[in-house]
């Protein structure tokens, strides 16, 4: 069974940054991984994924330009750096891992992705 834990959420002023870290009990090259967040009362919602055969990588229109997935392969991890939070960011950032890889040309979608995390909590002040 693949397992992620994701490490890095906290407090913010907005403005500020965070780098969330996702690491996996297994290899994961050639595969996707993807971020999610999901705040209160509202879906889970897809911010971004990257094909880890490669460097192709998709974001949602609200998080591109101040957020990046990059990997570390050798550490089995998969890290979400976002910079200029706003406080419409705070969410809980749960990151997932699919079966297969392909080339991100659209936001992930749940369906595509089978192994999941518990998620760390991001918070944006004013």
């Known amino acids: 069974q693949v397992q992620l834990v994701e490490s890095g959420g906290g407090s913010v002023q907005a403005g500020g940054s965070l780098k969330l870290s996702c690491t996996l009990s297994h290899e994961f090259h050639g595969r996707n991984v993807a971020w999610f967040r999901q705040a209160p009362g509202k879906e889970r919602e897809g911010v971004g994924h990257?094909?880890?055969?490669?460097?192709?990588?998709y974001y949602s229109d609200s998080v591109r330009g101040r957020f990046t997935i990059t990997k570390d392969i050798y550490r089995k991890t998969v890290y979400l750096e976002m910079n200029n939070l706003k406080p419409e960011d705070t969410a809980t950032y749960i990151c997932?891992?699919?079966?297969?890889?392909?080339?991100?040309?659209?936001?992930?979608?749940?369906?595509?992705?089978?192994?999941w995390g518990q998620g760390t909590q991001v918070s944006v002040t004013v």
């Open positions: 997932a891992m699919a079966q297969i890889g392909f080339t991100p040309v659209k936001i992930p979608n749940v369906a595509e992705y089978l192994y």
């Open positions: 990257i094909y880890t055969g490669g460097t192709d990588a």
